[in-house]
């Protein structure tokens, strides 16, 4: 049980990040900087999301209940916002969007850009957000599966530094062609988790 909750959690959070499709944000960010300046920018980018994702995961179902909102009415309604996610990925919207995002933060030159684009809200972003919440209250406050899923935030983080660390390699092994195929794949991919989100959501609702 707890091996299988490790897997969905680690498999969804990679889907949601997409580490691998984050290597021309980060190019197109850190343009122009010393390759020891993209070293700082990239550990500072995944040690805050990483710290934003965890805080999700552990108060993010204590807000829901002080909110008044169900676990699942979120479970349906996060699962409608990665499926919208999901749909952008497949249909290549994200990426023009992230695209845009990195360069307005070069245009109104933003000096802390490990927090801004990158870790909010390209890593950080509602759809990690609301995967951390709803894996946090499937936890149910158990310590082995808390332990399970804040060890694979950081295992994404970790996978996110070392793509930046190679981005400038990863986006010349790739190309266009392969960044495109990826994108859409996990794309699917992400749809059909969204999709089982809801499905448990109006399965509890109908329980109760």
């Not at 390759?35 to 710290?51: H, P, T, Y």
């Not at 996110?160 to 390699?169: D, E, G, N, P, W």
Request: hydrophobic letters at 60%.
């Amino acid at each position: 049980m707890d091996l299988d909750f490790a897997i969905s959690a680690l498999v969804t959070l990679i889907v949601v990040v997409d580490p691998i499709g984050l290597a021309p944000t980060f190019l197109a960010v850190t343009h122009g900087l010393p390759e020891a300046a993209k070293r700082q920018v990239g550990i500072r980018a995944s040690v805050i999301a990483a710290a934003i994702l965890a805080g999700s995961a552990l108060a993010g179902g204590w807000l829901l209940t002080r909110l008044g909102i169900g676990i699942p009415a979120f479970r349906i309604a996060g699962g409608l916002m990665l499926f919208s996610i999901a749909s952008e990925m497949v249909f290549g919207v994200r990426s023009e969007r992230q695209a845009r995002t990195a360069e307005q933060a070069i245009e109104e030159r933003v000096h802390n850009i490990a927090a801004f684009p990158l870790a909010i809200p390209v890593m950080a972003g509602p759809g990690a957000i609301t995967a951390t919440v709803l894996l946090g209250a499937k936890a149910g406050g158990h310590v082995v599966p808390i332990a399970l899923l804040l060890g694979a935030i950081v295992t994404v983080c970790v996978v996110c530094l070392a793509v930046y660390l190679a981005a400038s390699r990863i986006g010349r092994w790739l190309g266009i062609t392969g960044n495109v195929v990826l994108s859409r794949l996990l794309g699917v991919i992400l749809a059909a988790l969204a999709v089982q989100y809801v499905v448990d959501g109006v399965k509890t609702l109908l329980a109760s």
